[in-house]
């Protein structure tokens, strides 16, 4: 099988030194580990990794106290193979061609995962937000969107928030190719806010979608939710949700934790009443009332029937997943587990739903803002959330179908998912010329 990664004209690891820890060295590792469960023909590996377009653009912005300075931007369009290229746009100081890369091609994975018409892409601007007023931000964002304009679209290109980047981006990315249209463009960008054409459910829809997979998990693995505990890891956008839904399920979520520190109760934390009200009077989760503190290393070694990590990359390691004692992993966040602590939560059977699958709720929803976009047509927030538990569904059986019988992890079996499904679709389309 290693052989057949080689074939398909892979540098072998010996040769590639990884770095586990880093995104783009794990994405190798688990793209190499699927094509060697496929038999793809000689160049499709090669072809299918290294993505089709890169653009890197250096422009001008005027700061506030009315010096110049420029900015390095980013858009990558790692495959259109499947449909327009998707995926966020962040704006952090440590991006660049590299990570924008690696991150292209992870949502190539993603909606081939989920099964939605769209190939993958990433975009960034080299900058630090917290350091920047709401005017430089707004004119960096314009001045990038121009610069990309002419490679972005609704049938091209769709970008939509990351870090640091946010529903008013979105907005700000809309008006700039509108203007440049000469007509209303929403369907540019996803997430946007709702009052111009953004979806309803999308705030929620990572997390959405983990409950659904994970509803999912615990069904085959025959445990109830009902009175199962869970630890999540991270408090932001898909900790706060997952944690609101798992314990509205009836679900015990007895820690939770962000940036600085986590919180504990055996019995189970007033998730809404208690921790998010106390985040929201003091900027953290820690000393909420009724709780004990815990650290994020100890929260992530819990007895706990589901664990969630939805905060960071690179969290569950060969160095602790020996005292992971979670049932089952539902990855919230993008790499939260390194290769090597794979194997060994392969070796004590943790059931983990992985990221590609687990966080793929928020870019479906995207697909239908892009689709309410398309028909000028608004649909309830029931419908939505009927639709991406169709899709979660579908996508979490499909995967484990891929799993019973080519007999490995569920990520091995989403990439092996993933990669076909692109394969597929490159092979009908052909090459050009
Ligand atoms: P967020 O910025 O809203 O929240 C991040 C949370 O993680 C915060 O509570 C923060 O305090 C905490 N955190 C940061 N560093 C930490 C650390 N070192 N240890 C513990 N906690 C830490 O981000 P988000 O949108 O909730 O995204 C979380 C993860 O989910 C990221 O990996 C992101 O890529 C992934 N994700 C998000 C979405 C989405 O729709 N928001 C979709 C797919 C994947």
């Known amino acids: 099988m290693e052989e057949n990664a080689e074939a398909c004209g892979l540098e072998a690891t010996e040769t590639t030194p990884c770095d586990e820890a880093k995104l ?13 469960h496929l038999m793809l023909e000689p160049g499709m590996a090669e072809l299918l990794w290294r993505g089709s377009r890169s653009y890197v653009v250096e422009f001008p912005v005027r700061m506030d106290d009315g010096s110049i300075r420029v900015f390095s931007g980013y858009r990558v369009q790692h495959s259109t193979h499947r449909g327009p290229a998707k995926g966020g746009i962040r704006f952090h100081p440590s991006v660049d061609l590299d990570e924008i890369k690696a991150l292209a091609a992870l949502m190539t994975w993603k909606c081939a995962v989920m099964n939605i018409p769209f190939g993958g892409a990433k975009g960034g601007v080299q900058c630090d937000p917290p350091e920047l007023s709401l ?90 939710l009902q009175g199962a505990t869970v630890a999540v ?26 940036v600085f520190g986590g919180v504990y109760n055996d019995k189970g934390l007033a998730v809404r009443r208690d921790v998010r009200a106390h985040l929201d009077a003091t900027g953290s989760v820690v000393n909420a009332p009724g709780t004990e503190s815990i650290s994020n290393a100890e929260l992530l070694e819990l007895d706990v029937d589901i664990l969630v990590p939805a905060a960071i990359e690179g969290q569950i390691t060969k160095d602790n997943a020996t005292r992971v004692k979670a049932r089952i992993i539902a990855e919230g966040a993008n790499g939260p587990t390194t290769p090597s602590a794979d194997v060994i939560l ?19 929803v995207s697909y239908f803002e892009w689709v309410q976009n398309t028909q000028k047509l608004f649909w309830q927030e029931e419908d939505i959330n009927s639709r991406l538990d169709a899709i979660m569904t579908r996508a979490f059986r499909d995967v484990l179908r891929i799993a019973e019988r080519e007999k490995v992890s569920m990520r091995t079996a989403a990439y092996i998912l993933a990669v076909e499904r692109v394969a597929v679709a490159a092979r009908l389309r052909g090459i050009f010329p």
């Open 24 to 36: 783009l060295d794990a994405a190798y590792m688990h793209f190499r580990e699927a094509v060697s």
């Open 135 to 224: 005017g430089e931000l707004e004119r960096i964002t314009r001045r990038f969107t121009w610069e990309i304009a002419r490679f972005i679209g609704p049938e091209r290109d769709i970008p939509a928030p990351d870090v640091f980047t946010n529903a008013q981006t979105m907005a700000w990315i809309m008006d700039t190719y509108s203007i440049l249209a000469g007509y209303t463009v929403p369907g540019v960008v996803t997430g946007k806010p709702v009052d111009v054409g953004g979806s309803l459910g999308r705030e929620a829809a990572t997390a959405q979608g983990v409950v659904y997979v994970i509803r999912e998990s615990a069904h085959y693995l025959g445990m109830d």
């Open 233 to 258: 890891q991270g408090f932001g956008n898909v900790g706060w949700h997952t944690a609101r839904l798992l314990s509205e399920l009836g679900c015990f979520v007895i820690a939770i934790s962000d």
């Open 346 to 364: 392969a070796e004590k059977n943790v059931f983990v739903v992985p990221d590609i699958l687990a966080n793929g709720g928020g870019v479906t």
